[in-house]
């Protein structure tokens, strides 16, 4: 695509603004918005972003508690990630060389309008890389 680094190819949050709000019922990205850009999910010299291809074993989004989490635990980093236009990594890519947006907030009807990686997505700035989350290593 370009050599240049994405940073410099987008360039401050406010010259980022007008192509991230691409849905005018989200509020206008705030300051934070830019760190959740360049989360470690996105390779910004490839221009793409890594994204699970299907959710993990015990995803956090499947039903039953599978990761036996205090109530209200998903909901409230849903909210927040919706609430900076970040994503919630995927547990099971946590510390490999492939960390990945979680399938099941990728899918989620706030998290998939909301994250700002998944809007420039969706518009073809950035190339949605697969991961499997359920294998050990990098994928």
């Known amino acids: 695509m370009n050599n240049r680094p994405m940073r410099e190819l987008l360039g401050s949050v406010e010259a980022v603004a007008p192509i991230a709000q691409l849905n005018p019922d989200l509020p206008a990205p705030g300051t934070e918005f830019a760190a ?5 999910v996105a390779d910004p010299e490839a221009w793409s972003l890594r994204v699970c291809a299907h959710r993990c074993s015990t995803c956090i989004f499947r ?3 599978l990761m036996n989490l205090a109530p ?6 849903v909210k927040k990630a ?3 236009e970040g994503h919630v990594v995927c547990h099971k890519t946590l510390g490999t060389d492939t960390p990945a947006i979680c399938e099941g907030f990728a899918s ?3 998290g998939r309008v909301a994250s ?6 969706r518009a073809s ?3 949605i890389v697969a991961v499997q989350p359920d294998r050990e290593g990098t994928s």
Do not use: I, T
């Not at 959740?36 to 470690?40: A, P, S």
């Not at 700002?116 to 997505?121: E, F, I, Q």
């Open 108 to 110: 989620h009807p706030q």
């Open 36 to 40: 959740n850009l360049y989360d470690e």
């Open 63 to 65: 039903a039953g508690n």
């Open 82 to 84: 919706v609430e900076v």
């Open 116 to 121: 700002l990686a998944l809007r420039l997505a």
């Open 125 to 127: 700035v950035l190339e």
């Open 72 to 77: 209200g635990r998903v909901a409230g980093m």
